[in-house]
């Protein structure tokens, strides 16, 4: 099931989205109906919003209200829409059949369903360090609550240095980002709870969401003009009243989008204002390609406005599980009993080895940097010389492409063509709420040069085997998405 969305959408703001309707052949309420599924589908109308009562968008539009009511009927006889008690109609995507490919651990197959590196040459030393360290820890029981003091103070010293003062005590070491964002939504939501998110977005949190009873708000997102965002969101706060935002204003996943100094300092002011407490989603911040750091989003807040999660995933290794919450003190606590309950503690040798790591952050991500941006501008040609057609963005930072597909080119159908060549690919669908983006593809620039090259082979391959009529889609199971 696709998570449940909550939003209303005006007569005018629907209007504005629908536009000028050109109806050369057909009926003019086929029109709309198809204009209001490509609003769906390529996210800019979410799934999950309550549509305008009939008479309103027909004055709105201009047209009959029998020609709007005819398109409401169209779009729920092709499960575009649904009529719920007191609600009125509510936008739907019809289910997604299969919307990742399946996973692999083969090592013939290539993957970039997943935006993660092989791991930073800093990594192994880290460990010979912390193996050096461990007999110090070995007469204990092992288990360290809110994670290692040094740990603790490593992370909290970082958050200082970037110009958000933090004490160890506002720091709680969770094994990972992805394991600090459950932590930190099940602890805070109560069934019902309005989310408001990104869109498109990371398709984990909107699990989360999900999993812990929440309701997402999605607020589009777009890399060419990223502080646009803020008005939506401003607008969403108002109308809806969210208890939690979860942003990620250093380059979002798939987009890329980074929100201005300026845009951030409103942002985070205006939600804290409004009474929404932002989770915000670090584990891209420092992976800046162009261009320099930021002030962290909750700089300059009181620090129980925000949250902020991340880890060593992206800097470093996916396969050090290590990430953190940085709030005030008091909710550290909390989530601390909360993290408990599920697991007594994270591993000593991998929070040494972490402790190292931060502590010489900077050269790891020099290094990860360098990397990050030769590979962002190889496949970036690539694409351009092997698939002119694709509208490939370049972002400041992070760690993916969010390619335009041509219009002839799905991105479910795409994915389903390139498994079977040996090329694992999270498709569009995957970031939106209600499987929105089946005209995108994002496309990790994470692996070594000869492994890029291959993927855009492959991509070519399934391209044409696309065009060609063949079988898009073969049965498979979920895959996560990180
Ligand atoms: C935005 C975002 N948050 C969290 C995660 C998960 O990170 P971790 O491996 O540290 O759990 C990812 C991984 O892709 C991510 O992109």
New binding site residues.
């Given amino acids: 099931m696709p998570p449940r969305v909550e939003q209303s959408t005006s007569a005018q703001e629907l209007a504005t989205l629908v536009g000028p309707l050109e109806v050369v052949t057909g009926a003019r309420y086929l029109a709309l109906a198809r204009r209001v599924q490509e609003l769906l589908s390529t996210g800019r109308l979410a799934a999950g919003s309550r549509l305008p009562a009939e008479r309103e968008l027909a004055t709105a539009l201009g047209l009959s209200r029998v020609t709007v009511a005819s398109a409401y009927r169209e779009l729920r006889e092709t499960g575009h829409a649904s009529t719920r008690h007191g609600s009125g109609t509510v936008t739907e995507l019809p289910e997604a059949g299969v919307v990742w490919g399946p996973p692999s651990t083969d090592p013939g197959v290539l993957d970039l369903a997943?935006?993660?590196s092989e791991a930073a040459p800093q990594l192994t030393d880290a460990y010979r360090e912390a193996l050096a360290m461990l007999p110090a820890y070995t007469g204990g029981h092992g288990y360290t609550g809110s994670g290692l003091p040094e740990l603790r103070a490593a992370i909290a010293d970082r958050y200082t240095a970037r110009g958000l003062p933090t004490d160890p005590d506002q720091v709680l070491v969770t094994?990972?980002?992805?394991?600090?964002?459950d932590v930190v939504l099940e602890t805070l939501l109560q069934p019902g709870d309005r989310v408001l998110v990104e869109h498109p977005t990371?398709p984990?949190?909107l699990a989360a969401v999900e999993a812990h009873g929440g309701r997402c708000l999605p607020v589009p997102v777009d890399a060419d003009d990223p502080d646009a965002v803020i008005g939506a969101a401003q607008l969403a706060a108002r109308q809806s009243s969210p208890r939690v935002a979860f942003l990620?204003p250093d380059f979002?996943?798939p987009t890329g989008a980074r929100l201005t100094a300026a845009g951030r300092r409103r942002l985070a002011a205006t939600l804290w204002q409004q009474g929404v407490l932002t989770v915000v989603?670090e584990?891209?911040a420092e992976l800046y390609l162009d261009g320099g750091p930021l002030p962290p989003f909750a700089a300059g807040l009181p620090d129980a406005a925000t949250v902020t999660?991340?880890?060593?995933?992206?800097a470093v290794w996916?396969g050090l599980?290590?990430?953190w919450v940085r709030a005030d003190a008091p909710l550290v606590a909390q989530l601390g009993d909360v993290l408990r309950r599920r697991q007594l503690s994270v591993g000593v040798l991998d929070q040494l080895a972490a402790t190292a790591l931060i502590r010489d952050l900077d050269a790891v991500l020099d290094q990860r940097r360098a990397t990050l941006r030769e590979r962002r501008d190889l496949l970036r040609a690539e694409l351009a010389r092997r698939l002119p057609d694709w509208t490939v963005p370049c972002p400041a930072g992070g760690?993916s492409l969010w390619c335009t597909l041509p219009p002839d080119l799905g991105s479910a159908a795409l994915v389903a063509a390139a498994a079977p060549l040996g090329l694992v690919l999270a498709e569009g669908r995957a970031f939106g709420t209600g499987h929105a983006f089946d005209d995108h593809l994002r496309l990790p620039f994470t692996r070594p040069a000869d492994q890029l090259h291959r993927a855009v082979d492959l991509l070519v391959r399934a391209g044409a085997a696309v065009r060609g009529g063949a079988d898009p889609r073969p049965a498979g199971r979920a895959l996560a998405?990180?």
């Fill in positions: 997943h935006a993660a094994a990972g980002t992805g394991d600090a964002t990371y984990s949190a990620m979002s996943n989603d584990v891209s999660v991340s880890g060593l995933s992206k996916g599980r290590i990430g760690l998405v990180v």
